[in-house]
């Protein structure tokens, strides 16, 4: 009996709500709003679809303005067919003031991820019982960087996942190399509406991903935008203020291209919880500050 198995390194999850966690992916961009910020998210994939893609995280963050620096905690659980990955890193900022009002953050997280693989879960050509294969399991230390600059109203930043993987040693434990590049812009249309066009490049060994999307804030407590992955979806977002500590965002992500046979979609749900520090006032001109 001959048979062979092909398995293929994979990247993480895209987030859908990406304009407003862009904490996850980049150590550097820690929000400086005098407040210790928590995010609680949920992203399911082709809801109905046994082993689905999924992800559950918590990323925290707090800046400390006499230093010129933040911290940050995160933690992901993700799950794609037969591979889960959890991984947990802690991440540091330091900010870089010119004159003229420019500002560079730069990032740097560290921290171990776990990786498991049931091949029982696979389906095989040949009589299944007779191969003894079950899971396998991995513990790898992990890296990220990344680097933020902003001016006025425009921000662009980059940022590299898993530095310590090159694309050419990528394995099923071992995930590969990511880039991400991003460039926003605050368009102040009054002192009660915010719109935000951005722009997206991502890149993991041969999948490149292109992406365009706008936001639009209202009276610093509503929010509504659309957005599209080149080749994989196009999206719809909102979000909405409950209080000084709580706000709520959700995404819905629809197929495109060859994705459009999905047509449950993908959906993402984000609380955020923002605990202000004693003795501190900032003003900001958009309510996810």
């Known amino acids: 009996m ?11 999850l895209l987030f859908s709500n990406y304009n407003i966690n862009t904490i996850a992916r980049n150590p550097a961009a820690i929000e400086n709003n005098g407040a210790i910020n928590a995010y609680l998210g949920v992203h399911q994939q082709w809801i109905g ?4 893609p ?3 995280w918590v990323h925290m963050s707090s800046f400390f303005d006499k230093l010129n620096m933040g911290v940050s905690l995160d933690i ?3 799950s794609v067919g037969a591979s889960i990955t959890q991984n947990i890193k802690v ?10 009002g420019h500002r560079l953050s730069l990032g740097l997280s560290a921290g171990i991820y776990f990786r498991r693989f049931d091949f029982s879960k696979l389906t095989f050509d040949e ?10 399991t991995e513990l790898k230390p992990d890296f990220d960087f990344g680097a933020e600059y902003s001016y006025m109203n425009f921000t662009f930043g980059f940022a590299s996942n898993h530095i310590t993987t090159p694309n050419s040693k990528a394995t099923i434990y071992k995930l590969p190399l990511q880039n991400h590049i991003y460039a926003a812009y ?8 915010l719109v935000i066009p951005r722009l997206d490049f991502f890149n993991s060994g041969t999948i490149t991903s292109y992406g365009i999307s706008a936001d639009l804030f209202l009276y610093e407590a509503f929010n509504v935008g ?18 000084s500590v709580f706000q709520l965002q959700y995404a819905y992500d629809l197929g495109a291209g060859e994705f459009t046979s999905y047509s449950s979609g993908v959906h993402e749900v984000v609380l955020i919880l923002r605990f202000r520090k004693k003795n501190i006032s900032y003003n900001s001109p958009r309510f996810i500050d």
């Open 2 to 12: 001959h048979f062979t198995i092909q398995v293929f390194s994979q990247s993480d």
């Open 49 to 52: 679809f046994d082993d689905a």
């Open 54 to 56: 999924n992800m559950q």
């Open 76 to 78: 992901v659980n993700q």
């Open 91 to 100: 991440g540091y900022a330091y900010h870089i003031f010119f004159n003229g």
């Open 127 to 136: 009589d299944e019982a007779s191969i003894p294969l079950s899971s396998e």
């Open 186 to 193: 605050e368009l102040n249309i009054n002192n009660d509406v």
């Open 226 to 243: 659309v957005g599209y992955r080149t080749g994989t979806s196009f999206i719809i977002r909102c979000g909405v203020k409950i209080s």
